[in-house]
């Protein structure tokens, strides 16, 4: 999460206080301060988290109509980044590897901070590492990125028996699915739709992110990538 010669920063005192911080949501805001981040300039003059918001889906036009700028790839962003991270938008993405997040919004490196899981389910993992996104590298927009055709979805829907530890990702979209079983239309691309909004209540639930959200200090949105023109589309 941080760079090499700064990791000592985050000694075990400074992640006590977080984990202290962490379960009253009345302090919560306030955590990100006990972990040292590197001073780095911001990627783009990005404070709010309309902007940030914005920034993507500007990025996605441009990736979508073929006129990506392929920004923040040089060497100097490199050892830029190296002495610290700003991302502007966290994005909770399926591990489906027909999405990269950083290609589909024309985004390079230091820009976004990226989880990636089949489903694009809200795991507690995955609810922590948004946290730290949000709270302590300061991102201003969390993006549930479903898309169009999900593997994961799709195996809930038809509801087989699967192998191993699949299952428990299953068990987590399930809940999409009573939502939008008696939806018309296609019933997969329902599926995945409901999905998203799922994950995002889980997200809206986590303290941390609430809070950040009632100081309009960061927003949770829900994407829908079209796997055939590679464009993302809101979810509400």
């Known amino acids: 999460m941080n760079t090499k010669h700064r990791n000592k920063n985050l000694s075990r005192r400074n992640l006590l206080q977080l984990g202290t ?10 955590v990100g301060s006990n972990l040292v981040q590197p001073e780095v300039a911001t990627p783009q003059n990005i404070t709010e988290p309309d902007e940030a918001l914005q920034a993507l889906l500007d990025g996605n036009d441009r990736f ?66 948004l946290e730290y996104g949000s709270l302590v ?21 038809k509801g087989e028996e699967v192998p191993g530890q699949i299952g428990s990702l299953l068990q987590a979209i399930k809940p999409g699915l009573e939502k939008s079983k008696e939806q018309p239309g296609d019933k997969l691309e329902n599926a995945c739709k409901a999905n998203i909004l799922v994950q995002i209540e889980k997200l809206r639930s986590s303290p ?29």
């Open 64 to 129: 979508a109509s073929r006129k990506r700028r392929y920004g923040h790839q040089s060497y100097s962003r490199l050892q830029e980044v190296a002495k610290g991270q700003k991302p502007f938008a966290s994005i909770l993405g399926c591990a489906d590897s027909r999405v990269p997040s950083e290609i589909v919004f024309d985004q390079g490196l230091g820009d976004l901070f990226v989880c990636r899981i089949a489903g694009n389910v809200a795991t507690s993992e995955e609810i922590g590492s």
């Open 208 to 236: 941390v992110l609430s809070e950040l959200i009632k100081s309009n200090k960061l927003k949770i949105v829900g994407g829908y990538y079209d796997l055939d023109s590679g464009k993302v589309t809101l979810v509400s």
């Open 137 to 157: 590298l300061g991102v201003k927009v969390i993006m549930v990125l479903g898309h169009e055709r999900c593997g994961a979805v799709s195996a809930t829907l």
């Open 21 to 30: 911080g962490l379960i009253g949501v009345g302090v919560a805001v306030g």
